[in-house]
């Protein structure tokens, strides 16, 4: 009979307990927790109060390198493919055409002061299947693969969710492409002219050691 | 040689002396002391002296793998084991199977551990356990075609008239 | 329940055997009745589904069925480069991103047999015991839901979100990190990062007595977990049962003090063990205070940290990264303790390739669920609830 | 019927009337299937929690598919779990509405290319209102979409079917193309 009216006992006074936690927790709420973010030194002065966060008219600020919206800046970009190497998931796709002598200029450099050597017809990041680890980010030599923090940008449509970066349109991939071609054709024809003279291939040497290599290698290309 | 792979060696040393010829040489890398237990149809007897010999007691299996051994045309399992309030060693142990059709005997019924794992390595590989209490699939369902971690696994194009490649 | 006993049915009597399980006597033959509890099911904590057989309120036996989320991570281990399986590791066990992240990275360190930076080593440390509190807060508030206690589980959250906020200022992500890195960080902390979470553990303490007042002393609380599904300490050596599940049943075995890695020798902590005193060993409730009990170990862990951190200037935590990670042909097992268990990898390296030839995750949650047959025998269906919440499963661990 | 049929295309003050009663009731009162399948059912926890707390939209997790009117996809499915989201979309009453959170459900995320086991996008199996990035996205994120599900509800009305509704939001909505643009204008 004792243990019966302990039991009750015990239940009555901790549940007791509970409630009054929660109400001393409904009393605390009148005011307005701060939106500090963490990096700010009284961020733990302002935890008591009110907890939630007002969403759409408040919101903590996400730290710098918050790693959400993957954006990259066509400016800064040497078209390395490194990034499109490193994701794990393969989520970059990037194509690049290489710059002719005479485009140099127009290509530009970067802001660190970089000479750029490849055009960008392509560079499409799909952040719908991007996993925000920042591996492509921790590759880039110049920084100008950034994760944003910018963290909603819902969508009606998945195919929205495609990104793309790259820094001409098709018809002047087209043109850019057919120019490479071209001068690449001029160079191999004069090349193998001077092939047919006898000369030495005016090649600067990346092939130096195997003799033979260049010739057939060059003749072939020719034709 | 660091004292946590002697100890392995001793633990080996033991099992060596009780089953001979079974057991092939114990590889002492310091990273994971293994032996390979040469007649597969000796495992259970000799899974069950690693538990119960008062020497020994691995009465703890931390992971079975199944493995594809695919330039030997095998299929394996790697048992971790050691001892939870017993003496401090451990040491893994290897078990093989031909790729086509082969099959290892079960030891479910000395660890409990190993009846999911054995499970998993079958779903994964397809190497069959003997008596095995419970063979089926565990991970992917049941009529799932192929065995998806073997090296040459190809992915099934339909799946319930679901398509399953991207 | 064992006044169930006393009410006399008329043809069925229900007789209890000890440990709350109970044995059911009839004169007439009943159907047993197979009742599927999940894969959608609230207090199956994601996508695990029960098979139970049941003779009218008591389960007879409980299959659990897998693979519902099951993700192919080793598939995607044999496809990935070693630094690109990192953030594959944090979906496994995914409410503690960074203890998987540094199981991974020690193996590999293993195999490749570098030296860590110490202080790189206390930072995974410090974070590693932030995400175990963080963890085991998830544990506690969504067992205290499966009981019917909500309040419990608004507390939790709150107090998470600070950790969060924590781990997402060093690390730039809120709850996968991509962190740990082998052989080094990702970033170095910010330089307020320590009085931060000093200022945490302050502020976190009086919270952590609140919450055993609010939940575990709670009577009601108590008479659903306790002497409800008893694992004795043999069986659950011999399931393969790690962490808080093998601590609950009175082992005394924890990774970091048995086979320790990182820095863990040189701190002071004691390794969580139930009251016999509040509990039954073995049962619900000891596998719940286990848990309550290393939260106030990590927040003690947190601190001694702290203090031995050592200050480097202009510290790169991606110096000691190899630039190409292409370990020795060799075999490697390693683990360490996570909140829910053993995590451990093991690595076959062929030497040649920057992928693993085969890496197999040993799950703690894939392992502890595997003794649910044994635990659901012959008990009640809600307490089903209660033994499934206190094994604390993380399907994307299980299925992986 | 005819008849009824053209005024109520006509869009009269009636019906228009009905019309922002019937939203006002359905968008403020949005029940989500609690449904959490992976890594962003812990986020979507988070959001149903006390710091960013969607109740106050009127949001609040319903454990059977009968009493819900949106479903949110939080997580991978997988080809085993495929046929039992498409039972439980199936057994939502009507009007439903469904929001894929997370990259996994979006179109297969980080498990798109080896993950034999994956299903590559939920939109595969159950029609997709709102695709939520992320991996796991924001509570933030998650607010967002769901703001976006109640502005598809808003653009819906008798006579207007979902698809006309997309297409009216699509017409309001910006290229995020421009919007980046300006973005990176305005840092230049």
């Not at chain 1, 004069?190 to 030495?200: C, K, L, Q, S």
């Not at chain 2, 633990?11 to 001979?20: N, Q, S, V």
């Not at chain 3, 959250?157 to 060093?170: G, K, V």
Request: glycine share 8%.
């Amino acid at each position: 009979m004792s243990e019966y009216f302990s039991n009750i006992k015990t239940g009555a006074s901790t549940i007791a307990t509970g409630m009054a936690i929660t109400l001393k927790h409904f009393f605390n709420a009148v005011k307005r927790k701060g939106d500090a973010g963490i990096d700010d030194a009284d961020y733990f002065k302002q935890v008591d109060g009110l907890c939630t966060l007002q969403y759409p008219r408040e919101a903590v600020p996400t730290p710098a390198i918050g790693r959400y919206r993957l954006h990259m800046d066509a400016e800064d970009c040497i078209g390395c493919s490194q990034c499109e190497r490193a994701c794990p998931v393969e989520c970059i796709t990037i194509e690049t055409i290489k710059v002719t002598a005479d485009d140099l200029a127009a290509c530009g450099k970067t802001s660190g002061g970089q000479q750029k050597r490849f055009w960008l017809p392509v560079f499409d990041i799909d952040v719908a299947k991007c996993m925000t680890c920042g591996i492509c980010v921790s590759v880039c030599p110049t920084d100008c693969l950034v994760h944003t923090p910018v963290a909603d940008f819902s969508e009606f449509d998945v195919s929205n969710m495609l990104y793309h970066f790259g820094n001409l349109t098709k018809i002047e991939a087209d043109a850019k492409r057919r120019k490479l071609e071209e001068e690449k054709a001029a160079k191999e024809k004069a090349a193998a002219e001077a092939a047919a003279r006898g000369e030495a291939p005016a090649r600067p040497a990346p092939k130096p050691k195997p003799a033979p290599g260049p010739q057939p290698d060059g003749g072939k290309a020719g034709e | 040689m660091p004292a946590a792979v002697q100890q392995s060696k001793a633990a080996y040393d033991i099992i060596r002396e009780r089953f001979g010829e079974a057991v092939s040489e114990c590889d002492a890398n310091p990273t994971m002391p293994f032996f390979e237990v040469a007649d597969t149809s000796k495992w259970a007897d000799i899974a069950l002296f690693m538990r119960d010999d008062s020497r020994l007691k691995f009465n703890y299996m931390a992971c079975l793998s199944g493995v594809d051994y695919m330039e030997q045309g095998q299929l394996g399992i790697v048992c971790n084991l050691e001892s939870i309030g017993g003496p401090t060693h451990k040491i893994a142990v290897k078990v093989k199977c031909a790729r086509d059709g082969g099959s290892i005997p079960s030891v479910s019924c000395v660890w409990h551990t190993a009846n999911w794992h054995e499970r998993e390595a079958y779903d994964m590989y397809g190497m069959t356990f003997e008596g095995h209490p419970d063979h089926r699939r565990i991970l992917c369902p049941e009529d799932w075609t192929g065995f998806p971690l073997r090296k040459d696994y190809q992915v099934q194009e339909t799946y319930h008239g679901i398509k399953v490649p991207y | 329940m064992q006044e169930l006993g006393k009410a006399d049915l008329n043809s069925t009597r229900i007789i209890p055997q000890g440990d709350n399980r109970v044995v059911i006597e009839k004169d007439l033959d009943t159907e047993y009745m197979v009742l599927s509890m999940g894969p959608q099911h609230p207090s199956t904590h994601g996508v695990l589904r029960l098979e139970c057989i049941t003779d009218g309120e008591v389960v007879v036996e409980a299959e659990p069925y897998l693979g519902y989320l099951h993700r192919c991570f080793e598939k995607y281990c044999e496809k990935v480069d070693y630094p690109g399986i990192v953030p594959y590791t944090d979906r496994m066990d995914y409410l503690a991103g960074i203890n998987n992240e540094m199981a991974f990275c020690i193996t590999v360190e293993k195999l490749l047999d570098i030296e860590i930076p110490r202080r790189v080593e206390f930072i995974r440390v410090i974070t590693a015991e932030l995400n175990r509190i963080a963890s085991h807060l998830v544990a506690i508030g969504t067992y205290g839901i499966d009981l019917g206690a909500f309040t419990p589980f608004l507390f939790c959250f709150r107090d998470r979100e600070h950790i969060l906020n924590l781990l997402e200022w060093i690390s730039g992500a809120r709850m996968l990190y991509n962190y740990v890195w082998i052989g080094g960080l990702s970033y170095d902390v910010p330089a307020d990062f320590k009085k931060r979470v000093d200022e945490f553990v302050t502020y976190f303490k009086p919270k952590v007595v609140e919450l055993y007042q609010l939940l575990t002393t709670n009577e009601i609380f108590v008479k659903r977990t306790k002497g409800i599904g008893i694992m004795p300490a043999d069986v659950a050596i011999n399931y393969g049962w790690s962490g808080p599940m093998l601590r609950g049943s009175g082992v005394d075995w924890d990774l970091r003090r048995n086979d320790p890695y990182s820095v863990y020798p040189e701190l002071d902590f004691k390794v969580a063990l139930p009251d016999p005193k509040f509990c039954e060993i073995g049962d619900s409730l000891a596998r719940h205070l286990v848990r309550a009990i290393e939260i106030d170990e990590s927040l003690k862990i947190i601190e001694q940290c702290l203090d031995k951190m050592p200050e480097v200037d202009g510290f790169d935590p991606r110096a000691a990264i190899p630039k190409k990670i292409r370990p020795k042909a060799g075999e490697v097992y390693g683990r360490a303790e996570n909140p829910r268990g053993e995590l451990g990898f093991y690595i076959q390296s062929d030497g040649k390739s920057t992928k693993p030839l085969r890496c197999k995750a040993r799950s703690s949650c894939f392992v502890n669920l595997s003794a649910m047959k044994d635990l659901s025998k012959g008990q009640l269906i809600p307490d089903l609830v209660a033994i499934i919440g206190s094994i604390d499963i993380v399907l994307g661990e299980v299925d992986r | 019927m005819g008849l009824l049929d053209a005024r109520i295309s006509n869009r009269n003050v009636l019906v228009t009337s009905v019309d922002n009663v019937m939203n006002w009731a359905r968008l403020s009162s949005l029940w989500p299937m609690g449904f959490g399948l992976a890594c962003c059912a812990i986020e979507m926890m988070a959001t149903n929690a006390s710091n960013y707390d969607l109740e106050r939209f009127g949001i609040f997790p319903r454990s059977s598919p009968r009493q819900s009117d949106l479903m949110i996809v939080a997580g991978t499915v997988t080809m085993k779990m495929a046929e039992k989201v498409v039972t439980l979309y199936e057994q939502m009453p009507e009007p439903r509405y469904v929001l894929s959170m997370g990259s996994c459900s979006n179109c297969g995320g980080p498990y798109w290319n080896h993950g034999y086991h994956v299903l590559k996008g939920v939109d595969r199996v159950i029609p997709v209102d709102v695709y939520v990035p992320g991996c796991p996205p924001r509570p933030e994120a998650l607010i967002g979409g769901l703001l976006k599900i109640q502005e598809l509800v808003r653009m819906e009305g008798i006579g207007v079917s979902r698809q006309e509704a997309l297409k009216k939001l699509a017409e309001k909505s910006v290229d995020p193309q421009q919007v980046i643009g300006q973005a990176r204008k305005a840092t230049a």
